[in-house]
């Protein structure tokens, strides 16, 4: 389909469905037409906003078919990661609020409690849904509710071990419960040869060849994943078991399984659904799909089948916004830098090459790169195992995605003392994808952690020195965090004191602003401000925020009040480190610590949360100037004429 041929539907199908029962109404040509709708208005809406159009376009029928089947809210439908409810949302009364999808004020771009019933997990790490599917089935059951459970999850999120102990409960529980697996074969894993086992009970049926050349058309383009997927699948289909090591698996568990279907026939998908329903037990309903289907810029995508692009020019598919350099991309320059220097350093990426950057790295090194799959936990552990094999990993993960992985940092890398490097991408407040995405708990949590460095870079250049830095430690851990987007512009310093570098400086001493990673060049402007009153500010960049270096104290000590600002949680962080260090060395003086409160902060851009946060360099500067002069005024000096004046 093309955007001209869906525009000619103009949505008057589109226009009637004001909740799910509209849906069931239809016939299968109104489906039909339906579908193409959709698929007009998502790419219409989400071409202007950004967000998930690839995954979104891949389960419109396999959504109608879920609405039609089951019967939500009574019925819950769970959607595991949640990046693929938009037609979903739209099929519960939610059109509307594509206009402003994951902006603020609008639609979340997940499934949300507050926006709709229709919506249950609002958590978009992924594989989670089958662990809250099974608990929601057991809570039925003890209730005595008979209310279906149905979870969606794709085959990259089963890569996840969360869903293998879900699934292992699952079938102990034996409680009625649908779990949709969308295969669209945009991930590689363990876990499919689990999947593939279950398409050996097909080989009876005729439709099976029909959708393992969906899969293989599919799965053929996928650099990394395809092949071994396809050579699974195919393995089975000539019956050769042995292929398949862990073949007895779903057996042995319980798991009553149906499929495979094709996931965009409508009818197919209902039968194989309206079966699992009325079978009284767990059962996985296999559906092939493509992703991005029925758009051929997001079909023919080969890095991501347009997963989660910003706003893009709809017939082309091309991204609008003019290409700047990016954090990642400094990152990922300096890291194949140091591999050609250090055939030790290898990259460990979680299903996320291309975000991360790793797949720089994997392009020139591909034999120095371990995609682990949406694996967090196994990438931290598995480091470890790299390292105390000779090796200097690299772990490259969103800031967000590493609290997962906390135990085996604390305790198989750091109390091992292994030099592992972690950098944290999209630290901070990043906006859009709303509060379960911000990367602010990092500092906080990973702080605790004995041994473990953690540096924040402000620009480019203090990037690539602190990532070298990072791997040339090799005693413990490092964490190299830094924010989404375009890299600030390099801030040098006017001279550096240990590990911390002296940003600002002025003849007066009254406020030490200690401004971590990219509040530097908000730091220096605040100083500026601060000035215009007649306050001098020495702005500080500490480089390395854990441990709190030395250096940092003695500086504190040196002046009247000391202001720090980090884009993180407040709770346990580089502020609340900062002032602890000062107590232990008697430094008296006054700390206070900005920064992101410890709750739960809504979707919009990150300069509008900042601004709601009063993180900008106004409202900093005029904080810190209401303090300063707040000690001037307050009557700790005994002595006469105490009270300084303001110049
Ligand atoms: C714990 C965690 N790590 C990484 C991600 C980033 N992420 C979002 S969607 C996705 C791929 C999901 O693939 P799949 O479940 O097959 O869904 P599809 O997009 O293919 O429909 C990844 C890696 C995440 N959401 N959660």
């Known amino acids: 389909m093309s955007v001209e041929e869906g525009t000619a539907n103009h949505g008057r199908l589109l226009g009637t469905v ?9 016939t299968a040509e109104q489906l039909d037409i339906l579908a193409a709708e959709i698929r007009d208005f998502l790419i219409a809406k989400v071409s202007r906003t950004g967000g998930h159009v690839g995954p979104n376009l891949g389960v419109v029928e396999l959504t109608l078919a879920m609405h039609r089947v089951f019967d939500s809210p009574r019925d819950r439908l769970l ?35 507050a926006e709709s019933e229709h919506d249950l997990i609002e958590n978009s790490h992924a ?59 945009r991930s590689y894993s363990p876990t ?5 086992d279950h398409l050996s009970s097909l080989r009876l049926n005729p439709g099976y060849e029909k959708v393992l050349d969906t899969v293989k ?70 559906a092939v799909t493509r992703k991005g289907y029925g758009y051929r810029p997001a079909e023919d995508d080969e890095a991501d089948c347009l997963h989660g692009p910003g706003a893009f020019d709809a017939e082309t598919g091309k991204l609008l916004a003019v290409p700047s350099v990016k954090w990642t991309n400094v990152f990922a320059d300096e890291l194949v830098a140091i591999a050609d220097e250090r055939p030790d350093v290898v990259g460990i990426t979680a299903a996320m090459a ?19 799959g949406i694996a967090e936990q196994h990438a931290a552990t598995s480091a470890a195992g790299l390292a105390m094999g000779g090796l200097h990993p690299v772990v490259a993960v969103y800031a967000t995605f590493l609290n997962r992985a906390f135990d085996q940092v604390l305790l198989d890398v750091a109390m091992h003392k292994l030099p592992v490097t972690f ?19 990092d500092m906080s949590v990973f702080g605790v952690v004995p041994g473990l460095r953690i540096a924040a870079p402000r620009d480019s250049a203090t990037l690539r020195e602190e990532l070298r830095e990072a791997v040339a430690v090799d005693d413990g851990p490092t964490i190299l965090r830094f924010p989404t987007g375009t890299v600030a512009a390099d801030l040098p310093a006017v001279r550096r004191v240990g590990p911390v570098d002296v940003l600002a400086e002025s003849a007066r001493t009254d406020v030490l602003l200690v401004a971590v990673g990219s509040f530097a060049g908000l730091g220096v402007e605040v100083a500026t401000r601060v000035a215009e009153q007649g306050y001098g500010v020495t702005v500080v960049d500490p480089r390395w925020v854990r441990p709190v270096p030395a250096e940092l104290v003695e500086l504190a000590a040196g002046h009247r009040l000391v202001v720090t600002v980090e884009d993180g949680v407040r709770i346990g962080g580089v502020g609340s480190a900062l002032a602890q260090a000062m107590r232990d060395a008697d430094v008296r003086v006054p700390v206070k610590d900005l920064g992101v409160p410890a709750d739960w902060h809504p979707h919009g851009s990150r300069a509008q949360i900042l601004a709601d946060l009063r993180l900008t360099a106004q409202d900093v500067a005029r904080d810190v100037t209401g303090w300063i002069s707040g000690l001037d005024a307050a009557p700790v000096d005994p002595a006469p004429n105490g009270a300084r004046a303001q110049s």
């Open 423 to 441: 950098v944290l991408d999209r630290a901070g407040i990043t906006g859009p994808d709303g509060p379960s995405h911000y990367g602010i708990w």
């Open 217 to 286: 058309d599919a799965l053929g383009n996928t650099p990394f994943v395809g092949k071994p997927m396809y050579e699974v699948l195919h393995a089975v289909k000539k019956g050769i078991k042995d292929a398949v090591a862990p073949q007895a698996m779903f057996e042995d568990l319980g798991i009553k399984y149906v499929g495979p279907v094709d996931g965009h026939d409508v009818p197919a998908v209902e039968a194989a659904l309206r079966a699992a329903k009325n079978f009284g037990g767990p059962v996985i309903v296999h």
């Open 354 to 372: 291309e975000p991360t950057g790793i797949a720089t790295l994997a392009r020139k090194y591909p034999e120095r790169v371990y995609d682990v």
């Open 79 to 113: 959607f595991d990661t949640g990046h693929q409810a938009y037609v979903h949302k739209i099929l519960t009364g939610r059109q509307e609020g594509f206009d402003k999808l994951r902006q603020r004020g609008g639609l979340s771009g997940y499934p949300s409690q």
């Open 127 to 185: 594989s989670t849904a089958l662990s809250y599917a099974d608990g929601l089935a057991k809570a039925y059951a003890l209730r005595g509710e008979k209310r279906s459970v149905v979870a969606v999850v794709g085959d990259g999120a089963l890569t996840g071990g969360m869903c293998w102990e879900a699934l292992n409960n699952i079938a102990t529980a034996g409680n009625p419960l649908v779990i949709v697996v969308n295969d669209n074969g």
């Open 18 to 26: 004001h909740g799910p029962q509209d849906v069931k109404r239809m």
């Open 192 to 196: 499919i040869g689990g999947l593939a």
